[in-house]
Each structure stands twice: as C-alpha cells, then as structure tokens.
C-alpha cells in the first residue's frame, strides 16, 4: 500500500505473541508454520524471531550475516529501520530475523528508559504493517519477551498437556496481567494452542479438562485472559514437524500431506476465519452509525477497537 494513500494507517493487523515460559513446548514450530499457513491463504504475515537462539530464523532456512539487520538492531539503534530488517521468504511470508547476539541486549538495554517499548517503537515505523504479525518468543519472561507484550494486542499460549503444565500457565497469566497494567492495558490472552497432542491418553484429557474449566471460571472477571479458551483441534504429535526444521523448510514445504501440515493448515484457517468475522462486525457497526472511530495506530501496528480477539 502507497505511504500517501489516506488509509494507510488503518491497516488493521492482528499481533500475536507466543509466549511460553518453559522451552520445547512448540512456540517456535506454532509461529513458523502458523506464519506460513497464513501466507498461504494469501494474508501477509510478518514473523518475528525474538529468541537468541534464532530458531525460527533456521526453520525459515534463513542465516542472516554479519552486516545483515536483525531484531537485535531494532532494539538498540533507535535508528534502524524495521523495514530494513525484513526478509521475503516467500510470497506473503516475511521475517525479521534473529542472530545470538541478541542475547545481549537485556543487559545492554538493562539501564536505558522505555526499553521494554523498543520492539514497539520500531514496528511502529513499518511502511506497510502486514496483516497477521507473529513474535516468536524466547523461554523465558524477561525483557524480550516484554518487548513482545508491549508491542502486541493478543497473547496465544502454545502447551504441551503434560504434568505441571498448569502451573506454568499461572505464572504466565500473572506476568501477563501485569503488563497489561503497565505497558500495555489492551492486551488480551486469546488461545492455548496445543502442541504435539496425544488425545487418548487419561492425561491429556484431564489436563485440557482441567484448561478447559480454569478459563471457564474466568469469564465474569476483568482479567486479560477472560475470553481464552483452548483452541480445537490440537495440533497432534507428528515426527514429521521435528524433521523439517533441519531442513530450513516450513511444515507446507517439507511434508505437505501430513497430520503436521493438516493441523496447522486448520490452524490459520481458523486464525483467518476469527479475524475476518472480527472485522466485518465493527464495518457493521461503522455502517450501522454505532461505532466510535477507529483510534490512532499504536504505531504503524494497530488493531481495530475491538472487544476481545478470539472469543469465540
Ligand atoms: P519451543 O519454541 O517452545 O522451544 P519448539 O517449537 O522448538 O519449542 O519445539 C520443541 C521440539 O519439539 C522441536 O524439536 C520441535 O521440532 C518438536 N515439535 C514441536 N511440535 C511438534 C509436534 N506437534 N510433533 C512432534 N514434534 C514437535
Ligand atoms: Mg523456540
């Protein structure tokens, strides 16, 4: 979209962090192939690899060199561009990558003011924000991941139904409320994704029960994650998403057939579908005379004004 065209800014994209505290629960193989699958319906997505280890940047087989902008420029060098960053996978597909030394930029932003805004900031300067944004996120809740908070409107948790995968969630949704209060009131937990689901066992039941019940009994509260549920179907155990990353191949690309790429296609499609529905309700509204306008971006990646995203 030309810079100069007057609805530039009104470009809605849905922004979406995957947040999980604990490492190897699917957060990196849920937003590559969630990012594709999106693409693939034709809506441009934008990943974002916010994880040192970069492993996002691999599974897109992308190595950026030395004098290449990554993720870490854009939050230290208030100067750099993220357009500059970007990299085409494939068509609708872009990335802006990761390298190791990210890691360094908690301790290097650790005195600077604003520093879990940077990400926002910079994304603010996109030319043309895309329609879907995904941030990979790294294992931990540290600055990064503030980061990611701060600069989106939704929360999407992907879990693995094991033993103890509860707790985890609380810790999550506390420092997630508690970010909402500070950087960013408008954050909302949408979904549990699940990840390498195995349904017939007793305990995956009880636990996606007991997910199932704990979001229930949150409903009438004024929590960020009030509306969350667990997202059906599951995206089901399958070797064949573990064998793709090596080869810097999405799930579409590597295996097009298989439960792996079933799943995640279902997934985007249902991505797609809520985003859609959502933003025919508030043209409705505007044309029915019932809608205040639109506020301003927060920053070039806005969101409409909206109830909360993905309730189903
Ligand atoms: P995280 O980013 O949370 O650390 P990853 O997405 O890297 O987790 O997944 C951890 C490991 O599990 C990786 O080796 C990945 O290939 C594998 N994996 C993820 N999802 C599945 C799945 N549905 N079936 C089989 N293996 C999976
Ligand atoms: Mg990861």
Same mark, same amino acid.
């Given at each position: 979209?030309?810079?100069?065209?007057?609805?530039?800014?009104?470009?809605?994209?849905?922004?979406?962090?995957?947040?999980?505290?604990?490492?190897?629960?699917?957060?990196?193989?849920?937003?590559?192939?969630? *990012?594709?699958?999106?693409?693939?319906?034709?809506?441009?997505?934008?990943?974002?690899?916010?994880?040192?280890?970069?492993?996002?940047?691999?599974?897109?087989?992308?190595?950026?060199?030395?004098?290449?902008?990554?993720? !870490?420029?854009?939050?230290?060098?208030?100067?750099?561009?993220?357009?500059? *960053?970007?990299?085409?996978?494939?068509? /609708?597909?872009?990335?802006?990558?990761?390298? %190791?030394?990210?890691? *360094?930029?908690?301790?290097?932003?650790?005195?600077?003011?604003?520093?879990?805004?940077?990400?926002?900031?910079?994304?603010? $300067?996109?030319?043309?924000?895309?329609?879907?944004?995904?941030?990979?996120?790294?294992?931990?809740?540290?600055?990064?991941?503030? /980061?990611?908070?701060?600069?989106?409107?939704? %929360?999407?948790?992907?879990?693995?139904?094991?033993?103890?995968?509860?707790?985890?969630? $609380?810790?999550?949704?506390?420092?997630?409320?508690? %970010?909402?209060?500070?950087?960013?009131?408008?954050?909302?937990?949408?979904?549990? %994704?699940?990840?390498?689901?195995?349904?017939?066992?007793?305990?995956?039941?009880?636990?996606?029960?007991?997910?199932?019940?704990?979001?229930?009994?949150?409903?009438?509260?004024?929590?960020?994650?009030?509306?969350?549920?667990?997202?059906?179907?599951?995206?089901?155990?399958?070797?064949?998403? *573990?064998?793709?990353?090596?080869?810097?191949?999405?799930?579409?690309? !590597?295996?097009?057939?298989?439960?792996?790429?079933?799943? !995640?296609?279902?997934?985007?499609?249902?991505?797609?579908?809520?985003?859609?529905?959502?933003?025919?309700?508030?043209?409705?509204?505007?044309?029915?005379?019932?809608?205040?306008?639109?506020?301003?971006?927060?920053?070039?990646?806005?969101?409409?004004?909206?109830?909360?995203?993905?309730?189903?």
């Amino acid at each position: 979209m030309p810079l100069n065209d007057p609805n530039h800014w009104r470009t809605p994209t849905r922004s979406i962090a995957l947040i999980n505290q604990k490492g190897g629960v699917g957060k990196t193989t849920t937003a590559v192939n969630l *990012a594709a699958g999106v693409a693939r319906l034709g809506r441009r997505a934008l990943l974002i690899d916010l994880d040192p280890q970069a492993h996002a940047s691999l599974h897109l087989g992308a190595e950026p060199g030395p004098a290449d902008l990554t993720v !870490y420029d854009l939050l230290i060098d208030t100067d750099a561009r993220a357009d500059d *960053a970007i990299i085409e996978i494939e068509p /609708n597909l872009q990335l802006i990558p990761s390298l %190791v030394d990210l890691a *360094a930029a908690e301790t290097e932003l650790a005195s600077e003011p604003n520093r879990q805004d940077r990400l926002r900031r910079s994304l603010a $300067g996109l030319q043309a924000p895309p329609e879907f944004l995904f941030i990979d996120c790294p294992p931990s809740l540290g600055l990064l991941t503030l /980061n990611a908070l701060a600069a989106v409107r939704e %929360v999407v948790i992907p879990m693995q139904a094991h033993f103890l995968a509860l707790q985890g969630v $609380g810790k999550l949704l506390e420092t997630v409320g508690l %970010v909402g209060r500070g950087v960013n009131p408008q954050l909302v937990v949408s979904s549990v %994704v699940l990840t390498s689901h195995e349904e017939q066992t007793t305990l995956a039941k009880e636990i996606v029960a007991d997910l199932d019940a704990f979001f229930a009994s949150q409903r009438q509260t004024d929590n960020p994650w009030r509306s969350a549920r667990v997202r059906r179907p599951a995206i089901r155990r399958n070797i064949k998403l *573990a064998e793709c990353p090596s080869f810097g191949k999405t799930i579409f690309d !590597y295996a097009p057939k298989c439960a792996g790429a079933e799943d !995640y296609a279902s997934l985007a499609q249902s991505f797609v579908r809520e985003w859609d529905s959502l933003l025919e309700r508030i043209r409705e509204r505007r044309a029915s005379g019932n809608d205040a306008e639109t506020p301003g971006p927060r920053g070039g990646v806005t969101v409409p004004d909206e109830d909360r995203l993905g309730a189903s």
